[in-house]
């Protein structure tokens, strides 16, 4: 009995090793030899063509004008707004004590920007260029509000005395004193609407004829300097005439 099972056991194994065996034979296929053919033909120049084209452009992975395509191996943004030891360049929104005032540019760590600039919509990352552009659009604007300020500085020379009618007593006393405000929208009545609009406009003071600074309202008639701003590094002096009304 036991010799009987020994030889079914054989029989079992020889069976699925040639299986086996079969199966293997039957799954590989050889892998076909490549077939490499000569000629002394030269390509087509379309073909030419295409070839300089790809190995130029990296196969696709540079443009043609050879600017790299803004992928992670070749992107690179000039001028980051990331600096070295994680700070960052922020422009500030909002005043911030000890950081910044509104439009100023500063370096912060990369900490603050988180967990308060950003927080508080108090600044914006803006890297060198868009900083340098901004800087050279600001500089521009302010050399044609220069201009302008001296333009007008030049018309209020040109215009002379400025003259204003009050109601006055017989001894010469205003009934109601002019102010730097009455003597300001007076002058800009003479000029087109807006010019002499803006926070940098205004009275600095007003001289009687003795050269002394008013520290009150015009009270009487006569003729006065008034000093006036039109821009942070530009002042005009000139005339107001004060006379009774008729």
């Not at 054989?10 to 490549?34: G, T």
Request: proline residues 2%.
């Amino acid at each position: 009995m036991v010799n009987s099972n020994k030889i079914r056991l054989s029989l079992l194994i020889a069976f699925v090793c040639r299986s086996l065996a079969a199966f293997q034979a039957a799954s590989f296929v050889q892998p076909a030899a490549p077939t490499i053919v000569e000629s002394n033909t030269p390509a087509p120049a379309s073909v030419s063509r295409a070839r300089r084209t790809a190995i130029a452009t990296g196969y696709g992975r540079i443009r043609q004008t050879g600017v790299a395509q803004n992928t992670g191996l070749f992107a690179k943004k000039k001028g980051a707004a990331v600096k070295k030891g994680g700070k960052v360049q922020v422009k500030m929104l909002k005043f911030v004590e000890g950081t910044g005032r509104v439009g100023d540019v500063v370096t912060v760590s990369s900490a603050f920007w988180m967990n308060r600039l950003k927080k508080t919509n108090s600044a914006v990352m803006i890297t060198d260029s868009e900083a340098d552009a901004e800087k050279e659009a600001s500089n521009a604007a302010a050399k044609e509000a220069l201009d302008l300020a001296n333009d007008l500085k030049a018309k209020i020379e040109d215009f002379g005395t400025l003259s204003i009618s009050k109601k006055a007593g017989p001894d010469g006393q205003l009934f109601g004193g002019v102010g730097k405000k009455a003597v300001l929208e007076s002058l800009a009545e003479a000029f087109p609407k807006g010019v002499l609009a803006g926070k940098a406009v205004k009275v600095v003071n007003i001289k009687d004829e003795g050269g002394s600074v008013l520290k009150h309202d015009i009270k009487e008639i006569g003729e006065y300097g008034v000093t006036l701003s039109l821009h942070a590094k530009v002042k005009v002096d000139f005339k107001v005439d004060i006379n009774a009304e008729a």
